[in-house]
């Protein structure tokens, strides 16, 4: 019963700061909704963990319902990273490029050495 409280007051504390970034506009919608309905999911299933047992004992799992959802927590949060990855290789991949262009429109002037001007 405390691992319940304790994990609710953990989900509250997330919510709490989602609804505080949202209410400061530093996540688009779509972000939002996507970590508010996660969040509240797993409210769900820390309140229904008893509900969860039995559904993973019919499934024929062996663990008990907290490690199913620590399972597929990890693997959720992986997938998360990887999807992350992705997205940071397409953007560098997008750096890249601009910069090419960039620098083919208007090359680096040459850089002068002050020291060697003066001595002349």
């Known amino acids: 019963m405390l691992q319940k409280v304790l994990a609710l007051i953990i989900i509250v504390f ?58 597929v927590g990890f693997a959720l949060l992986l997938y998360l990273v990887f999807r992350l990855r992705l997205r940071l290789e397409k953007i560098d991949r997008q750096l890249t490029t601009l910069v090419s262009l960039i620098a083919q429109q208007k090359p680096l002037e040459p850089i002068q050495n002050n020291k060697t001007e003066s001595k002349k």
């Open 14 to 71: 997330f919510l709490a700061k989602l609804l505080w970034q949202q209410h400061e506009r530093r996540l688009s919608w779509t972000e939002f909704f996507f970590w508010l309905i996660f969040w509240l999911l797993s409210a769900i299933a820390i309140l229904m963990l008893d509900d969860v047992d039995k559904l993973v004992a019919r499934l024929g799992f062996s663990g008990s319902g907290i490690d199913v959802l620590l399972y």
